[in-house]
Structures are given as C-alpha cells and as structure tokens.
C-alpha cells in the first residue's frame, strides 16, 4: 500500500510568510521618504544636471583673431571663422593683446594673420598664419585644433573659386558618422547615466535598509519568527525591484522626451536586460548589507564599491580602450560595464543581439554570483 504522507504545514505556511514579509516591506517604503526620493527623485536631479550640466561637445569656443594689416584676402580668411558655428571670434588689433586675452582665460586660442599675409598670398609664396592653443585642458586644444583647421580648409576652397581655380587636395575624406549622426554628447551619456542611477536605486536601497533594521532591531525580531532566511531575502529584493523598475521608467521616459535621445532598439529588451542589472545591483546591497550594519557605514560602502566604479570605469564617460591595461582588467569585474553597453547599443544601434546576449549572460553570472554570496551570508543568528 502506497503510504500517504501529510503536507508538511510549515511548507504550506511559506507563501503566508512570504506575503507577509512583501507586506511589511510595501508599508516600510510608503512610510519612508528617504526610500521614495531614492528611486525617483534622485534619478530626476542626476539626469538633469548630467543631462544639461555635462557636455562633450566643445561649441562657442572664445577665439582670438589677429589681423595685423586689414585687407579683403585678410578679412575673408577671418570672416571663415566667424561663420563657424562652433567659435566665438574676437577681433584684437596686436599679438600682445591676444596673448593677454588668452593667459587670462578670455580666450582658448589665437589665429594670427602677419602684416604681410596679403601680399605673400598674393605673390604666390608661403603665407604662414599663427595659431596659438591653449593646452592646459588637451581634450579642448584637440577639438579646437580640428575646428580652426576645418574653417582654413573651407576658406582654401573659396578662395581657388574665387581664383577661378580648382583647389585640390591629395586626400578627399567623405565622413559617415553611423548610430549618432548628430555628434551629441547628451544622446551617448544619458543613456551611460540610466548604469548609475540603476546602481544607485540597487546598492544604496538595500544596503542602507536592511543595515537601519539591523540598527533598530526588527532583524532580531523577525529572526526569531518561523520566516526562512531565503523568505527575508525575497522579501527585501522584490518590492525594492519593483521600485527600481518604477526608476527605470521615469529615467527612460526622460531620456527619451526630455533629452531627445532615440531609442532605436525594442523596449522589452531594454526592460529584460535592466531587470537583470538591477537583480544584480539588489545583491550587491544584500550582500554588503551582511557585512555593514550600520546605516553610515552601508551607505559608504555601498557608494564606494557601486557607485564609484561604476561612475568612473564603465565606460560611461571615460573610453575604456584608453585606460591602462590593469584598469580595463578590472572593469571586466563591474556589472556596470556591461550594462553600459546594453544600454547605448539599444538606445542608438538598437536591436544588436551579439553585443546584448554576451553582456546579458555576464549579468545573468553577476546575478548568480551576488545573491548566492547574500544568500550564504544571511543565516538565522543574532551574533
């Protein structure tokens, strides 16, 4: 005869248990504002002043021009700049003046035509002109170089046609710029930005939370209650996902109507992909949060070992291909990384299944890595 065991009540008792806790977890966040300005008022402040603070696009750039011997050749070469939409010209009558314009930060480069550019030019000879760059920002100097070589090569153009003449050059470039045909900065670092608010709704909520319970002393009390240490986890991970989720929306609703960013790829992607990043950024606060139980210090920890990292090494800002070899080793060991990498694919390639299964499968082993470390660590002891 087939022996019939009962149900096992405490088995029964485990989807109670677990409602209970998603419950107490659900009153705790309605109840705290702190919580509340985390997921969504944070990510608000960060994407505006990144957003509008923070540009890679170097326009308006002050630019001191210097015409020794005024003459229509001199003025034209000099009306090539003004036309630029990219510099802020300004007339200076001597080299002297320029120079002291450029020490004291009033310009960022000098273009100097001599008292002889007309009739060298004229005479067929070498007509130098000076250009003076300021290199204490290099970044700067770069573009600025680019941009006053652009307007000389347009200015060459117009003067062999006014000359009758046909100007040609050894090299013909014909530029395709693919994925951000714009050049603009806010479409490749709002998107890098989405990474950190993520990082920060993750680590910062669950660490601070569960370490203030520790501070309190509802740890203690929910230890000696029949709740599993697999049923507190899941309790603290699923409400503070839904509230990251409800980050999310609002920081790619933004992106994409108040910055204008295109989002070329699928959104249910984008929304797999993120879920899995903001697994992963719950058990990196979990597990810190098993380490530090003290507000204070979870929260330091948090932003050193999340935000930090992921601000500085994911590529959000900084090419990763031009840090030493030693630092992009370590950036292999950041989720951030990968999601950065996701998110700027669907966001301006779009749909790119190479680049989003192969970093989706890191954060799949992230995800797996950092709530089996939580998970290990969290055990029903009060020591």
Request: hydrophobic share 55%.
């Given at each position: 005869m087939p022996i019939l065991r009962k149900p096992d009540p405490a088995r029964r008792?485990?989807?109670?248990?677990?409602?209970?806790?998603?419950?107490?977890?659900?009153?705790?966040i309605i109840r705290d504002p702190s919580s509340i300005a985390?997921?969504?008022?944070?990510?608000?402040?960060?994407?505006?002043?990144?957003?509008?603070?923070?540009?890679?696009?170097?326009?308006?750039?002050?630019?001191?021009?210097?015409?020794?011997?005024?003459?229509p050749e001199a003025a034209a070469f000099a009306g090539a700049f003004e036309q630029s939409a990219y510099l802020s010209?300004?007339?200076?009558?001597?080299i002297q003046e320029a120079e002291l314009a450029l020490i004291t930060h009033r310009v960022d480069g000098i273009v100097w035509l001599?008292?002889?550019?007309?009739?060298?030019?004229?005479?067929?000879?070498?007509?130098?002109?000076?250009?003076?760059?300021?290199?204490?920002?290099?970044?700067?100097?770069?573009?600025?170089?680019?941009?006053?070589?652009?307007?000389?090569?347009?200015?060459?153009?117009?003067?062999?046609?006014?000359q009758g003449v046909e100007q040609t050059l050894p090299v013909q470039l014909q530029q395709r710029i693919w994925f951000n045909a714009e050049l603009r900065s806010q479409n490749f670092l709002v998107p890098g930005l989405i990474a950190v608010i993520m990082t920060l709704i993750g680590a910062l909520l669950t660490a601070m939370v569960v370490a203030r319970e520790w501070e309190r002393g509802t740890?203690?009390?929910?230890?000696?209650?029949?709740?599993?240490?697999?049923?507190i986890l899941l309790g603290k991970l699923l409400p503070y996902f839904m509230l990251g989720i409800g980050g999310l929306a609002l920081s790619v609703g933004m992106a994409v109507w108040q910055f204008n960013v295109p989002l070329k790829g699928s959104l249910p992607i984008l929304f797999i992909s993120s879920s899995l990043f903001l697994i992963a950024s719950l058990g990196m606060g979990l597990t810190i949060s098993t380490v530090a139980r003290n507000q204070f210090v979870a929260g330091q920890v948090a932003i050193i070992v999340t935000f930090l990292p992921a601000f500085m090494l994911s590529g959000f800002i900084f090419d990763i291909n031009s840090m030493p070899r030693a630092i992009q080793i370590v950036t292999y060991l950041l989720p951030a990384r990968y999601y950065v990498s996701i998110l700027q694919t669907i966001?301006?390639?779009?749909?790119?299944?190479?680049?989003?299964?192969?970093?989706?499968?890191?954060?799949?082993?992230?995800?797996?890595?950092?709530?089996?470390?939580?998970?290990?660590?969290?055990?029903?002891?009060?020591?």
């Open positions: 008792a485990a989807p109670m248990r677990l409602r209970g806790m998603l419950r107490k977890e659900a009153r705790q985390i997921a969504f008022v944070l990510p608000v402040l960060l994407l505006l002043l990144f957003g509008y603070g923070i540009s890679l696009d170097a326009k308006h750039v002050p630019l001191g021009i210097v015409v020794e011997s005024p003459s010209p300004q007339r200076f009558g001597t001599r008292s002889d550019f007309e009739e060298k030019l004229l005479a067929g000879a070498e007509a130098p002109i000076g250009v003076i760059i300021n290199g204490v920002d290099a970044n700067t100097a770069h573009i600025i170089e680019g941009y006053v070589n652009g307007a000389w090569l347009s200015w060459l153009q117009h003067h062999a046609a006014a740890m203690e009390a929910l230890m000696v209650t029949p709740v599993t240490a697999k049923e966001f301006l390639a779009g749909n790119v299944w190479k680049v989003i299964l192969l970093n989706s499968l890191a954060l799949i082993l992230f995800c797996a890595f950092f709530l089996g470390v939580a998970r290990k660590r969290t055990v029903k002891r009060l020591d």
